[in-house]
């Protein structure tokens, strides 16, 4: 079983940063891909950023040049660098990873972890 647990969240005012990060814990076969993805208050979850496990790495576009994903296989973290944040990027961020497993190593299993808040003040 694999839990994501994430954390950075919290209260940035304008034009601030922050970084968030997730960690894959339990038992782990393998992970491929690893994702950011967000949800404003009365909008959809939306992907934000992923990184596969080649390295490729890519976002949305509404947070080009800001955001940065980067990922630690040796230690099973990805980490989301938020720059110059504005208001709305107001939202819980929910990391995202997918992989194999014993029975499946070609992958197909999806982990999400619960969310972490970030809220840009004015």
């Known amino acids: 079983q694999v839990q994501l647990v994430e954390s950075g969240g919290g209260v940035v005012r304008f034009g601030g940063s922050l970084r968030l990060s997730c960690t894959a814990t339990?038992?782990?076969?393998?992970?491929?891909?690893m994702a950011w993805y967000r949800q404003a208050p009365g909008k959809q979850r939306e992907l934000v950023a992923r990184?596969?496990?080649?390295?490729?790495?890519s976002y949305a576009d509404s947070v080009k040049g800001r955001f940065t994903i980067s990922r630690d296989n040796a230690r099973n973290t990805v980490t989301l660098q938020l720059n110059n944040l504005k208001r709305e990027d107001t939202a819980v961020y929910y990391c995202?990873?997918?992989?194999?497993?014993?029975?499946?190593?070609?992958?197909?299993?999806?982990?999400w972890g619960r969310g972490t808040l970030v809220t840009v003040s004015s």
């Open positions: 990184v596969t496990g080649n390295g490729d790495r």
């Open positions: 339990g038992t782990i076969f393998a992970i491929n891909d």
């Open positions: 995202y990873a997918e992989g194999g497993t014993a029975e499946r190593p070609w992958g197909g299993m999806e982990y």
